[in-house]
Each structure stands twice: as C-alpha cells, then as structure tokens.
C-alpha cells in the first residue's frame, strides 16, 4: 500500500530526529509532514531552543545536501542565489551556485534581511527554480526550505512580507523542554552532541516516493468543503484584514493528507485538519489594528473558528469510518 510505506519513512526520520530533539515528538512529525508535502517550514521561537539542530538532524536523516543561510542586514540576493563569475581563461562567464542550491536549506534568522534578499527566496520556494541573470537553474528534489526567527528581539530585523510568508506550509514552535526533558538533555550530551553520530534512517529515493504517496491519499467532498469553509471564514473574520489565500487552502489540504498517510491512514478526516488549521493558517492572517490594539492573536482566532465552523461528520464521501 502506498500509504504505508510514507508511514514507514515518516516513522523511521522521527524515530532518528527525537534521539537529538528530546521531547519535541509531535513538532518533529509536523516537520515531517511538511517535508511529505513538499512545504516549507517557519520555526519561530527563542534562541536555543533547537531550531538549527532539528534542520540539521533531518538532512542527516534523508541523507540530503545540506546548506545554512545566515541572515544580515548586509547580505545581498547573490549572496542567497548566486553570482555569474567571469573565467579570464576561457573568456566566459562560469554560474557559481549560492548556498540556496541544497536539497534542505536553513535560512537561520530571515527576518533580519533586507525585503529585497528575502525576495531572493521567493521564486525558489514556489516554483523550485533559481533565475540569474536570465538563466534558469532547477533545484534538486526534494527541496525544502526551514527558516527560523526570534519572535521577541525586533530591533534590526524586518518583517517578513506577506508573499513569503504564505510560501510557508507551516510555522512551528518548540517551546522549552520541560525539567525532565531538559536534564535528559544534558546527560545526551554529556560526551558529545547526538548529532555527530546521528546516521541516515531513509534515503532520498524513498522520500520522493513517500511523497508521491501522500498525494494519492483520498479526500472526501465533506472534508473539502470543511477546509473551504475554515479558510472562507478567516476572510470574514471582523477581526481579520487580510484573510488566507486559496494557497492556503491547498495547503492545509496536502498537510492533512500527509498527516492522514503519517498516522497509517489512506483517507483524511476531520481530525487531521483540525490539527494542522492553526499550524497552517495563522501565519497567513493579518490581524487587523483595533483586534491588535486588544492583543487578539492570529492563534486565537484560528482556534476560535475550528469551535464555531460545523465539522462534518462520520462519512467522508461515499465512505463511513469511524473518527474515534
């Protein structure tokens, strides 16, 4: 069965991550999931916490090439993309690739680029190609981008654009270990880190096959119109200026089919999408400034709706299961 041998490369890559991430189980299966849909993935949260070991881990556990971006103020999109060198020897110009060109990419605090390096980005992450200087170079599949920010220091920084942000499948926290975990924590790395013998759990070839599966996971026309109405009613939302775009729509719709082939299942059901409707949606909302000025939340809202949108019920198309 399709659906299992996704299951089986997603288990295998959160098994291996969760030996260096202690207690961050249900964070690393949302990364996987993102990386079955093909999506990008926005880690937002404090410093050290573990945002780049988790990039880290992963590209060691599909054995990809991996890159890290550091962000500055200073940097430029050539610095990202690329840079066409001329070769005095054979009196042409050589493309030398910029770090973008990786199978998984950490672009490690992106909000402190310029609008116009982040940019750089944007046709990469959509549509998997670099342009430069009127040439197109494809990116190696599978290719994933993870981006991290620190939500609470602004000073330098410069807020990601709305373009980009919506190129994001996900945005995730991790949040701090609990005391227990965290003393766990210490003793893993009492010798050395867990990454340094942390081995390939699934090759490349699988992961593109896995997620080839996901795509064929079945989604009934009750569950469709329940992520139609989620994503409608952000866009009615009095407290909402700028709704999620039908972007966002196909995007909780790959996820929840990768959650559903996750977990084992070759249909989703209501469940899978309200797991991942905050996760999805409420980095694609802007809040507008009087729901601000009473420190309403894209969160809140999002979890407000999934308690007012009916939920369908048990029969998923022509199919019943049972959702328990």
Same mark, same amino acid.
Request: charged letters at 20%; proline letters at 6%.
């Given at each position: 069965?399709?659906?299992?041998?996704?299951?089986?490369?997603?288990?295998?890559?959160?098994?291996?991550? $969760?030996?260096?991430?202690?207690?961050?189980?249900?964070?690393?299966?949302?990364?996987?999931?993102?990386?079955?849909?093909?999506?990008?993935?926005?880690?937002?949260?404090?410093?050290?916490?573990?945002?780049?070991?988790?990039?880290?881990?992963?590209?060691?556990?599909?054995?990809?090439?991996? $890159?890290?971006?550091?962000?500055?103020?200073?940097?430029?999109?050539?610095?990202?993309?690329?840079? $066409?060198?001329?070769?005095?020897?054979?009196?042409?110009?050589?493309f030398r690739a910029g770090p973008i060109f990786a199978q998984i990419v950490l672009t490690d605090e992106i909000n402190r680029a310029?609008?116009?390096?982040?940019?750089?980005?944007?046709?990469?992450?959509?549509?998997?190609?670099?342009?430069?200087?009127?040439?197109?170079?494809?990116?190696?599949?599978?290719?994933?981008?993870?981006?991290?920010?620190?939500?609470?220091?602004?000073e330098g920084t410069f807020p990601l654009p709305e373009a980009q942000l919506d190129r994001f499948l996900l945005r995730l926290r991790?949040?701090?270990?609990?005391?227990?975990?965290?003393?766990?924590?210490?003793?893993?790395?009492?010798?050395?880190?867990?990454?340094?013998?942390?081995?390939?759990?699934? $090759?490349?070839?699988?992961?593109?096959?896995?997620?080839?599966?996901?795509?064929?996971?079945?989604?009934g026309d009750d569950v469709k119109r329940y992520i139609i109405d989620l994503v409608t009613a952000t866009r009615n939302h009095p407290?909402?200026?700028?709704?999620?775009?039908?972007?966002?729509?196909?995007?909780?719709?790959? @996820?929840?089919? @990768?959650?559903?082939?996750?977990?084992?299942?070759?249909?989703?059901?209501?469940?899978?999408?309200?797991?991942? @409707?905050?996760?999805?949606?409420?980095?694609?909302?802007?809040?507008?400034?009087?729901?601000?000025?009473?420190?309403?939340?894209?969160?809140?809202?999002?979890?407000?709706?999934?308690?007012?949108?009916?939920?369908?019920? @048990?029969?998923?198309?022509?199919?019943?299961?049972?959702?328990?």
């Amino acid at each position: 069965m399709a659906t299992k041998l996704a299951q089986t490369v997603a288990e295998r890559i959160i098994d291996n991550v $969760s030996r260096v991430i202690i207690g961050k189980r249900n964070e690393i299966r949302l990364t996987v999931i993102g990386l079955l849909c093909q999506g990008h993935v926005l880690l937002e949260d404090v410093p050290g916490v573990g945002k780049t070991v988790m990039a880290k881990a992963l590209a060691r556990s599909i054995g990809s090439t991996f $890159s890290r971006i550091q962000f500055t103020p200073d940097m430029l999109p050539s610095d990202v993309t690329g840079v $066409s060198v001329f070769n005095q020897q054979t009196r042409e110009f050589e493309f030398r690739a910029g770090p973008i060109f990786a199978q998984i990419v950490l672009t490690d605090e992106i909000n402190r680029a310029t609008p116009k390096t982040q940019a750089a980005l944007l046709e990469a992450m959509e549509e998997r190609q670099v342009t430069v200087d009127g040439i197109t170079y494809a990116l190696e599949q599978p290719f994933l981008v993870m981006a991290t920010q620190n939500p609470i220091e602004y000073e330098g920084t410069f807020p990601l654009p709305e373009a980009q942000l919506d190129r994001f499948l996900l945005r995730l926290r991790l949040g701090y270990p609990t005391p227990q975990e965290e003393s766990a924590m210490l003793d893993s790395q009492q010798i050395q880190h867990p990454l340094t013998t942390l081995q390939q759990v699934v $090759s490349v070839e699988d992961l593109i096959n896995a997620q080839r599966a996901v795509r064929n996971v079945y989604v009934g026309d009750d569950v469709k119109r329940y992520i139609i109405d989620l994503v409608t009613a952000t866009r009615n939302h009095p407290d909402i200026y700028l709704g999620a775009s039908p972007r966002g729509a196909l995007g909780l719709y790959r @996820a929840a089919q @990768a959650r559903a082939a996750v977990v084992g299942r070759d249909l989703v059901i209501p469940d899978d999408v309200k797991s991942l @409707a905050e996760a999805t949606l409420a980095h694609r909302v802007i809040i507008g400034p009087t729901a601000r000025l009473r420190d309403v939340t894209s969160r809140s809202i999002i979890q407000g709706m999934l308690n007012s949108v009916p939920v369908p019920g @048990a029969t998923v198309g022509a199919r019943t299961i049972n959702i328990s």
